[in-house]
């Protein structure tokens, strides 16, 4: 958009006002569906809608995966495996140098810990509704395996707060990148998302 001041009326020239940038939308999107996320996930405590269900079935396969490993570790893989599989396509990604799509995917990795988190601190009472089988973490934490039940509530307590801190990482990377792609010279838009 031209603009053209009283000043520069009187001088004869035009001064441009530059209009937002395709990364600087993106970002903010993609910040937005961070948060939203978030939000989702930490403010409203509720899983989130569509990846709640891709990470149950992410979990249950990473039982399936190591179920030749000793129980204990094929009764914890399922929740690694659910905040593993973000954070490895969050990878994929960033390999890719398409840095938002990476964020969205920490994002995605930070709800699905509090999932976990959520599983964990359940351990010692086990209300939780189960698909089968027996509670993953009141076996990980019980008798059997670690004997620290009375610790669920602060090891869940650490796995959200991690799952917190990325989401919040996602956002501010989002919301950074505009600025340090402008820095660093190289202010244009990734590669995966067109014009």
Do not use: K, N
Request: glycine share 10%.
């Amino acid at each position: 958009m031209w603009h053209g001041g009283a000043d520069a009326d009187v001088i004869g020239i035009e001064t441009r006002i530059p209009s937002p940038s395709p990364l600087l939308w993106r970002s903010l999107a993609a910040a937005a569906a961070c948060a939203a996320l978030g939000v989702l996930a930490y403010g409203r405590g509720e899983r989130v809608p569509l990846l709640g269900w891709i990470d149950l079935a992410v979990h249950e396969f990473g039982h399936v995966a190591t179920m030749w490993l000793p129980d204990l570790v094929s009764a914890m893989s399922g929740s690694i495996a659910q905040v593993l599989l973000p954070l490895l396509v969050a990878a994929h990604f960033a390999w890719r140098r398409e840095a938002l799509s990476a964020l969205v995917c920490v994002a995605w990795a930070g709800t699905s810990a509090r999932d976990a988190s959520v599983y964990v601190a359940d351990a010692p009472h086990e209300a939780l509704p189960l698909i089968g089988g027996y509670h993953d973490w009141a076996f990980v934490l019980g008798p059997e395996g670690f004997d620290a039940l009375g610790a669920a509530g602060g090891i869940a307590a650490v796995v959200s707060g991690a799952g917190l801190l990325m989401v919040a990482a996602a956002v501010a990377g989002c919301l950074a990148m505009p600025v340090l792609r402008t820095r660093s010279g190289t202010a244009r838009p990734e590669a995966a998302l067109p014009e």
